[in-house]
């Protein structure tokens, strides 16, 4: 791995969060994808060793570092079970939107808890109709007095249920189309928040994925997060930050998927040697590798970037998800071909940083509408 | 309610080989990290500060390089740690270990237990704790799974023994030894982590625990070591199955062959 001149900090948390991958995600990592049980366990061992702050400021209990940190951490989880791994990122993509939009008020009431790991977040903008175009939103908020009354229904909420603190993003006026769009906080156990069925899925099934259901949900009108109106371009803002951090599981998928190929490698005999000594072999294990770098120096550049505050960093954080989960997508496919028919068998662990890995080119938006941002900007830029 | 742990730094291995010639552990190329059974001690010592408050002191005697496992043991959330290093501790067995630790708890001074692990890895002798405990004159529970309460000046404990346990109740300030069913040792923490980076790991002289020459180090140590050996495995048993009348009979049958 290429030396990213870490900090002694930085190298401190992916040194802790390497040691409860190995200790506590890898030997339960199985159970979970089988059972789909959600890992409270891990989560509590997480909140203790304190990653849950890495990108939350000091005065609200965090570490004080940023996108960066959550990215070393979240691969290294990743590495172990990517499932787990999300349960974890997904409480900073419910988080980001309160850092960015809160108030000073609202980051004391939610951020600390956060930090903490007591409670997790979690991000709430699919819904059934409205899915890549996110401006056709159904769910509303109709302001009555002195609160919000949201009606609809989110779908395929990581986190959901399960999590405490919910952002989601509202039409308050549909005839303003995407300029009509807000963001709240909601609690859970707000009298007409409930959730729906817990979906069954091909990867990362150690999280939950959830329906958000509201009906007739009365939110007190301090849950607004920013402007009415500024909802879809916080959730754009949102995912600019978020994204780096899709890349990094990718990363961490790959990068696991790439250990256990070069490891079987030099086990596996045929034609009386070791599979690892065929050269077929081993430019597919160097392909492997030379991409899991190139998308990490990517997915690390990119997350530094948005740390550093710069504007404009929509088309390299999007980058940094198209590229990570089109590699992990790839090289998991090709472990899954380096382990041969023990690759395609539950009982080896190929197969399922194969199925892990393709959500990542799925969601925070499709890879598809990845290459529309990074186009557009393109095209942008060339008009200036 | 103040703690102090024992900890001890061992080699990192169950194997540890031992000088044919000298009768000694040999230490050298192996990495240390804290006696297993100890890690058990400083969770049970932070558990009880976050239940009760006070601060958790974790001291070790050795060399200089045991202030490694001290900072671990401040990552892991104790708020102090000593280290009880000189020259003239080298050699020390189990008696003269448990006087030095006890003079080094006498001068810490304020403390409601102490807790020990079970026994070292290395050395594996469960002497240490219960040393410390009879030259301090205070009540000890060894063994102990469970802390059922502390209160009022008294705790009360289950102790494992081979059939079962016990339930032991005593006055502070005592102390315990501890097995690994007494809880799940957290990992370390980045708060930690950094405190036991910047933390200043005060350093004791035989002087400083006023010390008596004769009972540290060799002097102090009676314990010669003879001979180390792996006692011979326990040979099969037998075992008579069928009707029970038919069993016994041979059962009666293959003792009395082993009588005459
Ligand atoms: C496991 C899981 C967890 C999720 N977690 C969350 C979450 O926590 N919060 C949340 O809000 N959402 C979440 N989602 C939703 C996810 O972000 C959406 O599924 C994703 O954005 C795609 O929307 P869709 O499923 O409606 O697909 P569609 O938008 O219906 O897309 C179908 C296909 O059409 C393509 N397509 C659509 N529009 C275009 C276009 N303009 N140009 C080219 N191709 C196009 C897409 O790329 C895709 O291939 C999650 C989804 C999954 C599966
Ligand atoms: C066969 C044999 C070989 C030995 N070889 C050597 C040698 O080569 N060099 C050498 O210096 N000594 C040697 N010793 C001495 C031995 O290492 C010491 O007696 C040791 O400090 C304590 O004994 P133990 O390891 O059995 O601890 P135990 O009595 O099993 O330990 C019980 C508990 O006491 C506490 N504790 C023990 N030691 C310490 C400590 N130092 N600081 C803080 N807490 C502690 C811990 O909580 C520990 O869990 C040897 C002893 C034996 C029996």
Same mark, same amino acid.
């Given at each position: ?5 870490l900090t ?11 040691q ?11 159970e ?11 989560m ?6 304190d ?9 609200? &209990?965090?570490? *004080?570092?940023g996108? !960066?940190?959550?990215?070393?951490? $979240?691969?290294? @989880? %990743?590495? #172990? ?9 997904a ?9 960015l ?28 109709a409205a ?21 609809g229904?989110k779908?395929?909420?990581?986190n ?16 303003? &189309?995407?300029? *009509?769009?807000?963001? !709240?906080?909601?609690?859970?156990? $707000?009298?007409? @928040? %409930?959730? #729906? ?14 329906e ?12 607004l ?17 978020s994204?780096?951090?899709i890349g ?6 790959a ?17 009386d040697?070791?599979?690892?000594t ?27 970037e ?16 198209l590229y ?12 899954v ?25 799925i ?22 | ?36 059974f100890?890690?058990y ?28 496992v ?11 740690a000593?280290?009880v290093?000189?020259?003239?501790f080298a ?7 448990g ?24 050395g ?53 030894t ?33 010390a ?37 009979d ?11």
């Amino acid at each position: 791995m290429i030396d990213y001149l870490l900090t002694e900090e930085q190298q401190m948390i992916r040194d802790l969060a390497r040691q409860i991958t190995d200790e506590k995600i890898r030997p339960v990592a199985a159970e979970h994808d089988k059972s789909e049980k959600f890992p409270w366990e891990i989560m509590k061992v997480m909140a203790q060793s304190d990653l849950f702050g890495v990108y939350i400021e000091q005065k609200y &209990g965090g570490l *004080g570092g940023g996108v !960066f940190e959550l990215c070393l951490a $979240t691969e290294e @989880f %990743s590495k #172990g079970c990517a499932g787990i791994a999300i349960c974890y990122s997904a409480s900073a993509l419910g988080a980001y939107p309160i850092i960015l939009f809160g108030t000073e008020e609202q980051k004391q009431k939610y951020l600390p808890s956060i930090a903490k790991g007591e409670r997790l977040a979690a991000f709430g903008l699919t819904e059934p109709a409205a899915g890549s175009d996110a401006s056709a939103l159904q769910t509303t908020a109709v302001k009555q007095g002195d609160h919000y009354v949201l009606n609809g229904v989110k779908h395929f909420i990581t986190n959901g249920g399960d999590a405490e603190i919910y952002t989601i993003i509202a039409m308050t006026d549909k005839t303003k &189309g995407a300029r *009509g769009a807000s963001l !709240f906080v909601v609690e859970k156990g $707000t009298p007409g @928040f %409930s959730f #729906g069925k817990k979906e069954d899925k091909l990867g990362i099934r150690a999280s939950s994925t959830r329906e958000l259901i509201f009906d007739n949900c009365k939110v007190p009108k301090e849950n607004l997060l920013g402007k009415e109106g500024m909802g879809f371009i916080a959730a754009m803002k949102t995912f600019d930050m978020s994204r780096p951090g899709i890349g990094a599981q990718a990363v961490g998928i790959a990068q696991g998927a790439l250990d256990e190929a070069v490891k079987y490698s030099k086990q596996r005999k045929q034609f009386d040697r070791s599979i690892s000594t065929f050269q077929g072999i081993q430019w597919m294990l160097a392909d492997m590798a030379t991409e899991v770098e190139a998308s990490r120096a990517l997915v690390y550049a990119s997350a530094r970037e948005v740390d550093a505050g710069k504007k404009n960093v929509g088309v390299h954080s999007a980058m940094a998800k198209l590229y990570a989960s089109d590699v992990a997508m790839k090289v998991t496919t090709d472990a899954v071909q380096i382990f041969g028919g023990y690759g395609y068998m539950k009982e080896y662990p190929a197969e399922k940083y194969m199925r892990d890995a393709k959500i990542t080119q799925i969601y925070e938006g499709t890879n598809q509408i990845q290459r529309n941002i990074i186009g557009l900007g393109l095209i942008k830029e060339s008009a200036r | 309610m103040n703690v102090i742990v024992c900890i001890k730094q061992v080699p990192d291995t169950t194997e540890v080989r031992i000088d044919p010639v000298t009768k000694n552990l040999v230490r050298e190329g192996v990495k240390s990290i804290i006696n297993p059974f100890d890690a058990y001690a400083i969770e049970e010592g932070v558990r009880l500060k976050e239940k009760f408050g006070g601060k958790v002191t974790a001291v070790t005697m050795g060399p200089p390089q045991a202030e490694m496992v001290l900072r671990e043991a401040i990552s892991l959330g104790c708020d102090d740690a000593i280290l009880v290093s000189d020259r003239a501790f080298a050699g020390s067995d189990t008696l003269a270990t448990g006087y030095t630790l006890s003079k080094a708890v006498a001068k810490i001074k304020d403390y409601d237990l102490i807790i020990c692990g079970k026994q070292a890895i290395d050395g594996d002798t469960a002497q240490v704790g219960p040393g410390v405990a009879a030259m301090l004159d205070i009540p000890q529970i060894t063994y102990v799974r469970k802390i059922n309460d502390v209160k009022d000046g008294e705790i009360t404990a289950e102790r494992s023994t081979e059939e079962g346990y016990e339930v032991v109740q005593t006055k502070l300030p005592c102390l315990i030894t501890v097995v690994k069913e007494i809880n799940t040792p957290r990992l370390p923490s980045l708060k930690g982590k950094m405190k036991a980076k910047s933390a200043v790991i005060q350093a004791w002289k035989a002087v400083d625990i006023e010390a008596e020459p004769d009972r540290i180090g060799l002097k102090g140590s009676p314990t010669e070591v003879w001979k180390i050996f792996t006692p011979p495995a326990r040979a099969q048993g037998q075992i008579f199955q069928g009707e029970a009348q038919a069993s016994v009979d041979q059962l009666v049958d293959s003792l009395k062959g082993l009588l005459y």
